[in-house]
């Protein structure tokens, strides 16, 4: 039996797309966890205790935003990821595929923190709201704004969003 020359396999629309999708698996399989970073700022958390700095990941596009931190295992005090919707509005919040308890902060335009969701449940669909008119939410690891003593009607503090103060 003589062997078909590779170009004569795929030649077949059904053997292609076959094949792209062995080859995306063994892409994602090849890449590990999904873990994706994005680009990276600082901002301040002003408190009655003083100012606290967070180094924030910016979920920036759709893609982003949805991603979230979504099949992360971990997550430092001094960490966080910051969603901005760029106009404020009840914004919804949801934990699946998100394997770590998270606090959520609720921004209001002018910076203050208008609520915050403590210790959401990991791998929930249950919806989040902000309760309120927010422009961006603010996600740290579950317990980090009780051990920053952050609480509601403290302020943000970042360069482009929130430069008050």
């Not at 180094?55 to 949805?66: N, S």
Request: net charge positive.
């Amino acid at each position: 039996m003589r062997a078909l020359p590779i170009y004569q396999i795929f030649r077949s629309r059904a053997a292609r797309v076959v094949a792209l999708l062995l080859f995306s698996v063994a892409l994602l399989l090849r890449a590990g966890p999904i873990e994706a970073r994005m680009r990276e700022d600082r901002l301040w958390l002003l408190t009655r205790g003083g100012e606290r700095a967070i180094d924030i990941e910016i979920a920036e596009t759709d893609e982003e935003k949805a991603l979230g931190l979504m099949f992360r295992t971990s997550l430092a005090d001094n960490r966080g990821m910051i969603f901005h919707y760029g106009t404020p509005q009840e914004i919804t919040m949801w934990m699946r595929n998100t394997y770590i308890p998270l606090d959520m902060l609720f921004i209001r335009a002018d910076g203050t923190i208008l609520r915050i969701e403590r210790r959401a449940q990991p791998l929930s669909d249950r919806v989040i709201y902000s309760q309120g008119p927010a422009i961006a939410v603010l996600e740290l690891a579950g317990g980090a704004a009780e051990r920053l003593g952050v609480e509601p009607g403290d302020r943000v503090r970042h360069a482009k969003w929130f430069p008050g103060r």
